[in-house]
């Protein structure tokens, strides 16, 4: 049987996307701020969740339907014919989940980091993260109110899915996923150029001050703990807009998809790319996803040459090789495959072209 190619470039594609928004963020919360995150799947999952009630609640309304039980098959019928033939709802009703996934992440962001941030040590929150980011998995997995229980909330449709609703042709199918790949892309490039100005703006030495000397940054008059919670916030965001986009790509929110390994994975990406640099970022992202979805064709292969194999056991070796890969970089390159680099303000730009820039 042969590999749908267009299809696994797509899925890549996406991934990719998903994963450079969770690394460009917690990027900013570490790499820049110097706030270490062992929690970012708690705002991915944060932002799935939220996106997927707002998309089952604002399809049937906008569509003058009763809201009903979002878990029951009846909803998830009634929404994905409401979004198959209504693509101007369909679209609208993902960027408001998007906006609302963000915003809710945000506020948790800031909520969560309030009271661990008023200690001197910032691994204080880290701690606090790492186990609310559990907590969080192991409420909504057992409680149906806050996402459908164990079998999570289903029929939340791809925005461009009306475009192959009526037909099974693989080239519609493709279109509506390579669209939505397309779209992910966008927001993707988008977080990047605001992560580059974020950098190397005022800010961003404002960031790596507090980063490397707390006690200096707050004898210069700056509020430490503000920054700290600014930047948590925008990192949560960051997270939160990812988590929705990937709820709408599988199409339900389940909370066995936030496990702290994805909080680990995110943190192999930019320590192998290289800590506060954005393109390492997008290398180590790349990296990663490449080598995760080898560790899934390499099972598809097994299987189709009848090789028993459980598939556990390739999860397993994926999270081993990830080990091998942080355990390899601290020791020999603990800078990343492309190292931390100099704020390029307009000055030092001005100063580097020999004054070139000041009379353009």
Request: with cysteine; charged share 10%.
């Amino acid at each position: 049987m042969a590999f749908d190619v267009i299809g696994l470039l797509i899925s890549v594609a996406t991934v990719y996307g998903i994963f450079t928004l969770l690394s460009l963020s917690l990027n900013l919360e570490y790499g820049y701020g110097g706030q270490p995150n062992f929690g970012q799947v708690l705002f991915y999952g944060i932002g799935a969740f939220s996106a997927g009630l707002v998309s089952a609640t604002l399809l049937p309304l906008f569509a003058g339907r009763a809201v009903g039980d979002v878990c029951s098959i009846g909803a998830l019928v009634t929404r994905e014919a409401i979004s198959a033939s209504n693509p101007l709802l369909s679209v609208s009703t993902w960027l408001i989940a998007l906006v609302v996934a963000a915003l809710v992440a945000s506020i948790f962001g800031f909520l969560a980091s309030y009271p661990a941030l008023r200690v001197k040590e910032e691994w204080y929150l880290s701690m606090i993260l790492l186990v609310g980011a559990e907590m969080f998995r192991v409420i909504v997995r057992n409680t149906p109110q806050f996402g459908c229980g164990y079998n999570g909330l289903p029929g939340i449709s791809n925005p461009f899915g009306w475009i192959s609703s009526n037909s099974n042709s693989p080239l519609l199918i493709d279109l509506s996923t390579g669209l939505y790949a397309m779209a992910i892309l966008g927001f993707a490039t988008l977080s990047y150029i605001g992560a580059q100005r974020f950098a190397n703006s005022p800010y961003g030495r404002l960031l790596k001050s507090v980063r490397d000397d707390r006690i200096l940054s707050e004898a210069l008059g700056k509020d430490v703990k503000r920054v700290r919670e600014q930047i948590m916030v925008i990192g949560s965001a960051m997270a939160g807009l990812a988590g929705a986009l990937y709820v709408f790509y599988i199409g339900v929110a389940i909370a066995e998809d936030y496990i702290a390994s994805v909080t680990f994975s995110i943190w192999v990406m930019i320590v192998l790319g290289g800590i506060a640099n954005n393109r390492g970022a997008l290398v180590g992202t790349i990296a990663l996803i490449g080598l995760q979805k080898g560790t899934q064709i390499l099972g598809v292969l097994l299987q189709q040459a009848s090789i028993a194999v459980d598939s556990n056991l390739l999860v397993y070796l994926d999270y081993m090789v990830e080990a091998a890969i942080l355990l390899l970089l601290i020791l020999y390159r603990p800078k990343g495959l492309i190292p931390e680099q100099a704020v390029k303000t307009v000055a030092y730009r001005s100063f580097d072209s020999g004054g070139k820039d000041q009379h353009a």
